[in-house]
Protein backbone atom coordinates (compact mmCIF):
# COMPACT_ATOMS: atom_id res chain seq x y z
CA UNK A 1 0.00 0.00 0.00
CA UNK A 2 1.62 3.18 -0.92
CA UNK A 3 -0.10 5.40 2.26
CA UNK A 4 1.98 3.08 4.18
CA UNK A 5 5.37 4.64 2.73
CA UNK A 6 4.57 8.15 4.17
CA UNK A 7 3.10 6.93 7.37
CA UNK A 8 4.23 9.27 10.37
CA UNK A 9 4.92 7.31 13.44
CA UNK A 10 3.74 10.24 15.79
CA UNK A 11 4.57 8.99 18.86
CA UNK A 12 8.36 8.24 17.74
CA UNK A 13 8.71 12.32 16.37
CA UNK A 14 7.15 13.74 19.96
CA UNK A 15 9.30 11.36 21.69
CA UNK A 16 12.23 12.02 20.21
CA UNK A 17 11.58 15.89 20.67
CA UNK A 18 11.23 15.49 24.35
CA UNK A 19 7.29 16.34 23.84
CA UNK A 20 6.16 13.13 25.37
CA UNK A 21 6.91 11.63 28.56
CA UNK A 22 8.73 7.95 29.10
CA UNK A 23 6.44 5.21 28.20
CA UNK A 24 7.59 2.45 30.33
CA UNK A 25 10.66 1.86 32.97
CA UNK A 26 12.82 0.78 30.49
CA UNK A 27 12.73 4.27 28.60
CA UNK A 28 13.61 5.91 32.15
CA UNK A 29 16.88 3.43 32.51
CA UNK A 30 17.46 3.82 28.81
CA UNK A 31 17.71 8.04 29.99
CA UNK A 32 19.53 7.70 33.04
CA UNK A 33 22.02 5.41 31.44
CA UNK A 34 23.11 8.17 29.28
CA UNK A 35 23.14 10.87 32.00
CA UNK A 36 25.84 12.16 33.64
CA UNK A 37 25.59 13.61 36.92
CA UNK A 38 28.02 16.00 38.54
CA UNK A 39 28.35 16.56 42.19
CA UNK A 40 29.71 20.10 41.51
CA UNK A 41 27.16 22.46 41.88
CA UNK A 42 27.98 25.85 39.80
CA UNK A 43 29.48 28.53 41.83
CA UNK A 44 26.98 31.18 41.26
CA UNK A 45 24.50 28.42 43.05
CA UNK A 46 26.59 29.60 46.52
CA UNK A 47 24.67 32.84 46.62
CA UNK A 48 20.99 33.22 44.65
CA UNK A 49 21.00 37.07 44.78
CA UNK A 50 24.00 36.64 42.54
CA UNK A 51 21.53 34.32 40.21
CA UNK A 52 18.31 37.17 40.91
CA UNK A 53 20.76 40.08 39.95
CA UNK A 54 21.81 38.54 36.42
CA UNK A 55 18.58 39.38 34.78
CA UNK A 56 16.54 37.12 32.53
CA UNK A 57 18.48 35.38 30.12
CA UNK A 58 17.93 34.26 26.73
CA UNK A 59 16.18 30.99 26.23
CA UNK A 60 18.07 28.46 24.74
CA UNK A 61 16.18 26.51 21.31
CA UNK A 62 17.53 22.53 22.05
CA UNK A 63 17.41 20.98 18.39
CA UNK A 64 17.75 17.04 17.82
CA UNK A 65 19.53 16.50 14.69
CA UNK A 66 17.60 13.38 13.88
CA UNK A 67 14.29 15.37 14.01
CA UNK A 68 12.75 14.82 10.22
CA UNK A 69 11.68 18.79 9.39
CA UNK A 70 9.93 17.30 6.87
CA UNK A 71 7.33 15.40 9.27
CA UNK A 72 7.13 18.54 11.77
CA UNK A 73 6.61 20.60 8.58
CA UNK A 74 3.50 18.15 7.55
CA UNK A 75 2.21 18.35 10.90
CA UNK A 76 2.05 22.02 11.25
CA UNK A 77 0.23 21.97 7.63
CA UNK A 78 -1.94 19.69 8.64
CA UNK A 79 -2.87 21.78 11.53
CA UNK A 80 -3.72 24.06 9.27
CA UNK A 81 -6.11 21.73 7.25
CA UNK A 82 -3.35 21.62 4.37
CA UNK A 83 -3.59 25.24 4.19
CA UNK A 84 -0.40 27.67 3.32
CA UNK A 85 0.12 30.68 6.00
CA UNK A 86 -1.53 34.07 4.21
CA UNK A 87 1.10 36.72 4.04
CA UNK A 88 -1.11 38.52 6.81
CA UNK A 89 -0.99 36.01 9.34
CA UNK A 90 3.05 35.46 8.94
CA UNK A 91 3.20 39.49 9.23
CA UNK A 92 1.26 38.95 12.58
CA UNK A 93 3.70 36.21 13.59
CA UNK A 94 6.65 38.45 12.30
CA UNK A 95 5.43 41.31 14.84
CA UNK A 96 4.80 39.02 17.49
CA UNK A 97 7.75 37.59 17.27
CA UNK A 98 9.71 40.95 17.26
CA UNK A 99 7.23 42.36 19.94
CA UNK A 100 7.83 39.37 22.29
CA UNK A 101 11.65 39.26 21.75
CA UNK A 102 12.86 36.38 20.64
CA UNK A 103 14.29 36.60 16.87
Known amino acids: MDSEKH ?3 LSKVFRT ?3 LLPADESEVEAFEANLVISDDLPVEWENPV ?3 T ?3 RQATKLTNPETDQDAVN ?3 MAARDGNTISEA ?3 QMNND ?3 SGNK
Open 7 to 9: KID
Open 17 to 19: NGY
Open 50 to 52: NIL
Open 54 to 56: RGK
Open 74 to 76: NLA
Open 89 to 91: VRK
Open 97 to 99: RKN
